[in-house]
């Protein structure tokens, strides 16, 4: 498994991590010795770096990988929560005694006096550019409240505006083989700011393992069931705004390379590498449900891709998805 540099946060972690919004139960219920396995499994596997929320299960991911922490004392991880989604989306909202209360919460959740990274978790935009939100992240981590803080962002702008700052240790953002522009605008930015980018939703929540099909269906209380119009959050979380139907055609293509590509890796695998390719990625962080699903997804963490086939990539992105997709861009 291949270590980088996150960031401003002078840690080393996998370029594979896991995410671990599944464990909270909104794919679909998980069981708490599920879940425990995929820890074990992923750790096993080379994974040091797991991303959590405060609203995943409203606190069970959390929960959970706490209990993780508490039976495993030596393992060497970098466990990054997210806060701010628990409340009224309202700018007033976040300030100093919201983030402290939620800081509490989550460190009550892990187990842990200091959590190593806290991002803002996708707050209105007016937010990344207050100045008053810096002051009080920067004082929670002068309080030893936190190591470090980011940003979780759904625009290139926010996540530009972010980079911006001095103290802003990571961002994270979509980015897989259906959304190319923060490869173009945001990567590059981080990289001369010295910012980490980890990269969720790295599958499309599953178009490219290229198992769906147009009748597949999904659990009610699966967010790709019930959020494929943005109605409960953010479209872009779910199949990457990508239209479902448009989405599972393009997957078989993406197959069809990752096949000439790697016939021995599966169309994830190479999805996955082929993002862990582009320069400026730091980790990225798939979500597994069962501890197959973690050691599949870790091993893509050493397989090698060509430039050849980096452009073919691209070439499907712009072909197929840019100006249906994300004629906006």
Same mark, same amino acid.
């Given at each position: 498994?291949?270590?980088?540099?996150?960031?401003? #946060?002078?840690?080393? +972690?996998?370029?594979?991590?896991?995410?671990?919004?599944?464990?909270?139960?909104?794919?679909?219920?998980?069981?708490?010795?599920?879940?425990?396995?995929?820890?074990?499994?992923?750790?096993?596997?080379?994974?040091?770096?797991?991303?959590?929320?405060? +609203?995943?299960?409203?606190?069970?991911?959390?929960?959970?990988?706490?209990?993780?922490?508490?039976?495993? *004392?030596?393992?060497?991880?970098?466990?990054? #929560? $997210?806060?701010?989604? =628990?409340?009224?989306?309202?700018?007033?909202?976040?300030?100093?005694?919201?983030?402290?209360?939620?800081?509490? @919460?989550?460190?009550?959740?892990?187990?842990?006096?200091?959590?190593?990274?806290?991002?803002?978790?996708?707050?209105?935009?007016?937010?990344?550019?207050? %100045?008053?939100?810096?002051?009080?992240?920067?004082?929670?981590?002068? %309080?030893?409240?936190?190591?470090?803080?980011?940003?979780?962002?759904? #625009?290139?702008?926010?996540?530009?505006?972010?980079?911006?700052? *001095?103290?802003?240790?990571?961002?994270?953002?979509?980015?897989?083989?259906?959304?190319? $522009?923060?490869?173009?605008?945001?990567?590059?930015?981080?990289?001369?700011?010295?910012?980490?980018?980890?990269?969720?939703?790295?599958?499309?929540?599953?178009?490219?393992?290229? =198992?769906?099909?147009?009748?597949?269906?999904? !659990? $009610?209380?699966?967010?790709?069931?019930?959020? @494929?119009?943005?109605? !409960?959050?953010?479209?872009? &979380?779910?199949?990457?705004?990508?239209?479902?139907?448009?989405?599972?055609?393009?997957?078989?293509?993406?197959?069809?390379?990752?096949?000439?590509?790697?016939?021995?890796?599966?169309?994830?695998? +190479?999805?996955?590498?082929?993002?862990?390719?582009?320069?400026?990625?730091?980790?990225?962080?798939?979500?597994?449900?069962? *501890? &197959?699903?973690?050691?599949?997804?870790?091993?893509?963490?050493?397989?090698?891709?060509?430039?050849?086939?980096?452009?073919?990539?691209?070439?499907?992105?712009?072909? $197929?998805?840019?100006?249906?997709?994300? *004629? =906006?861009?």
């Amino acid at each position: 498994m291949q270590q980088r540099e996150l960031g401003r #946060t002078q840690r080393n +972690v996998s370029v594979i991590g896991l995410g671990t919004w599944q464990l909270g139960a909104d794919w679909g219920s998980v069981e708490e010795s599920d879940a425990l396995a995929v820890l074990d499994s992923a750790f096993a596997a080379g994974v040091n770096f797991f991303d959590t929320a405060d +609203v995943y299960g409203d606190g069970r991911s959390e929960q959970l990988i706490g209990t993780w922490l508490k039976n495993n *004392p030596e393992a060497n991880v970098t466990v990054a #929560t $997210k806060m701010g989604r =628990r409340v009224d989306q309202i700018p007033e909202n976040y300030n100093l005694d919201a983030f402290r209360a939620w800081n509490d @919460r989550s460190r009550a959740n892990l187990g842990v006096d200091t959590l190593d990274l806290v991002q803002l978790h996708c707050p209105p935009t007016s937010v990344y550019t207050t %100045e008053a939100t810096y002051d009080a992240l920067d004082l929670m981590v002068e %309080e030893g409240r936190m190591a470090n803080y980011g940003v979780s962002v759904e #625009t290139v702008e926010e996540a530009l505006a972010a980079i911006a700052r *001095p103290n802003i240790a990571t961002v994270q953002i979509i980015i897989n083989a259906f959304r190319h $522009k923060p490869l173009e605008v945001v990567l590059p930015a981080a990289r001369e700011a010295g910012v980490g980018i980890i990269a969720r939703v790295p599958l499309a929540s599953g178009l490219l393992t290229n =198992r769906y099909t147009l009748q597949t269906e999904f !659990a $009610k209380d699966d967010h790709r069931n019930y959020n @494929r119009d943005g109605s !409960a959050f953010d479209v872009g &979380e779910t199949f990457s705004g990508v239209d479902y139907a448009t989405g599972v055609a393009a997957a078989g293509e993406f197959a069809q390379l990752a096949a000439a590509e790697a016939p021995e890796a599966t169309s994830a695998q +190479v999805a996955l590498a082929w993002l862990a390719a582009q320069d400026g990625i730091s980790t990225i962080i798939p979500g597994a449900r069962n *501890p &197959e699903q973690a050691r599949a997804n870790a091993a893509a963490g050493s397989l090698e891709i060509s430039e050849g086939f980096n452009v073919s990539v691209r070439d499907l992105y712009d072909t $197929k998805l840019r100006a249906q997709i994300h *004629p =906006r861009w």
